[in-house]
């Protein structure tokens, strides 16, 4: 391939190279591509016949070869979009999936006050608590991590997204709110078995393990967050975590047995169980 290759043949090469070592080798190539020429998807198939400039193709030639190796396209080309906002990433924290949309959906759809206060505990990139943001804009959001990095990547996307007034902080766990009450906290903490032999496998490779992986078989961190959300709980709050496939029936009898009502499980676009939330 040359640096005159237009899109349908770059698109085409891409495609060709990553088939081996990529699932979605046709939308890796495509994203890419969008990125380099900074462009929608749309363009791509108006102008199949426009040539790439030098820059362009080794650019995309690069992006191409990092995917090669199994890097994760948001990392390649540093966004993922999540509730249809873009969101920076980096290899500090995990990417936003669609599955977790379903708690943001889940969170929007409860009865709450107009004025409710929230609490995003480990919010990452911030996608959730500025998700929640952009649909209610008078929700009180407060959004924690553990990790200084994160923080400051969430902090960065809250600017980018103008939603200045979800409060982003630095905590472990609840302990820079110690005496703060909520009327819902959601939280996406690690719930993966630390022995699983997914980890080795796909993009997971490329993030952190400490926003992957719990103890006691991935319910460590799920079950923390259940006894102490409870201090932190208005009357009639809720507490909505997102959790692994397996997981539920065993933290759905955690919440019931800690005192939450209500307590039930919304499952993901693939029909696993994915989310359990309970309310006080």
Known sequence: MSSQSTISASIQWAYQELMKT????????????????????????????????????????????KRKTGMPVAHIIGEREFWSLPFLVNDTTLIPRPDTEILVETALNLTLPEEARVLDLGTGTGAIALALASERPKWQITAIDKIEDAVKLAQLNRQNLSLPHVEILQSDWFSAVAEQQFDLIVSNPPYIDEDDHHLGEGDVRFEPQSALTAAEHGFADLYFIAEHAKNHLNSNGYLLMEHGYQQGIELREKLEELGYNNVGTVRDFGSNERCTLGKI
């Open 22 to 65: 990529s699932d979605s080798a046709q939308l890796d190539a495509e994203v890419c591509l969008q990125h380099c020429l900074n462009k929608n998807r749309t363009y791509l198939y108006t102008w199949p016949d426009k040539a790439l400039n030098q820059e362009q193709w080794q650019q995309f030639s690069l992006m191409i070869s």
